[in-house]
């Protein structure tokens, strides 16, 4: 039997300006956890990891009006992911997204 030992960290940064109405920021992550570990406490020899990054824009319309908008790109490499075992060819994901919107407040 297997299980996912939790063991693990996550570090995130970023920075961002202001200038009048325009506003910019750009944010990374990077975590790693402790992949499975056997029933006799032997663990894999990979960790899971996950990177994702973003940029991010804002833009005041008028008083209580904001236009925000996003875009990114995340990564997840999972410990089997170039072992080809047990069956598994492969557990790596990654994609881009995308997001924008209105901030309304009264």
Do not use: H
């Amino acid at each position: 039997a297997t299980t996912n030992s939790g063991e693990g960290f996550g570090i995130s940064g970023g920075v961002a300006y202001q200038n009048g109405p325009i506003g910019v920021s750009a944010n990374t992550y990077y975590g790693q956890i402790e992949g499975l570990t056997a029933a006799g406490g032997d663990t894999q020899d990979e960790n899971d990891t996950q990177l994702a990054a973003s940029l991010s824009g804002a833009y005041t319309l008028g008083p209580g009006i904001v236009l925000r908008s996003t875009v990114g790109w995340a990564q997840f490499d999972g410990e089997l992911a170039d072992k080809g075992t047990l069956g598994r060819t492969t557990s790596t994901n990654s994609g881009v997204f995308a997001v924008a919107g209105f901030d309304l407040a009264f």
